[in-house]
């Protein structure tokens, strides 16, 4: 039975909720999942250890919970002016631009995404995504439509991806490590260059 949304409406439960929610993605993306325990969780929320499970199952119904908020809120952000019917690469650098430009503003959503993508919960939501034969999203939609347009290289899913994605990954978290400093003109070249890896 899914917890993550049993709560009786009133703002103390929805104020724990969060309570839990933003103690775990601190903790997590500090100290990493093994770094992060139901008990320090709690102590960091300011709750008892029991209250949690009164919300989430267990450590992993409350991690990806977390994440599917996470990654919706990326999608929320991506589609604002989302140019549907402009071409493959309008389309494609309004979704990288929009990224970084979240990414860099929430520095502990980007270490949680890192550490959820290098754990088994990342290996398995990841393989969903490549390899499901689920609902296709905004951005595999793009990709296939550009592969198959020959757009871009031919070349699997998952490297395409990485292609695009991985690099805006380093990239945002070196600015927020003050290894450089990304303005609207550095991000605008960043993901041109990101494009220019992926098309033929």
Not at 53 to 71: C, G
Not at 116 to 145: A, M, W
Not at 164 to 174: A, K, N, S, V, Y
Request: charged share 30%; hydrophobic share 40%.
């Amino acid at each position: 039975m899914d917890k993550s949304h049993k709560c009786d409406k009133t703002d103390k439960c929805a104020e724990k909720r969060e309570a839990i929610i933003q103690a775990a993605l601190e903790l997590v993306a500090e100290q990493g999942f093994h770094g992060a325990p139901m008990a320090m969780i709690a102590e960091k929320a300011g709750v008892g250890a029991g209250t949690i499970y009164r919300y989430f199952e267990n450590k992993d119904d409350l991690i990806r919970w977390i994440y599917k908020n996470v990654e919706e809120r990326f999608v929320e952000v991506m589609m604002q002016g989302y140019p549907e019917d402009g071409p493959v690469r309008e389309r494609l650098v309004h979704i990288g631009t929009a990224l970084v430009r979240h990414l860099i503003s929430e520095p502990l959503q980007l270490r949680f995404v890192e550490q959820f993508h290098n754990s088994p919960y990342g290996v398995d939501h990841r393989r969903e995504k490549i390899f499901g034969q689920g609902r296709k999203d905004v951005i595999s939609e793009l990709f296939h439509e550009a592969v198959e347009q020959q757009i871009f290289k031919p070349l699997e899913l998952a490297i395409l991806f990485a292609l695009f994605f991985g690099p805006l990954i380093d990239i945002c978290r070196d600015h927020i490590l003050g290894f450089i400093k990304l303005d609207d003109a550095l991000i605008e070249q960043v993901v041109g260059a990101c494009w220019d890896a992926l098309r033929r």
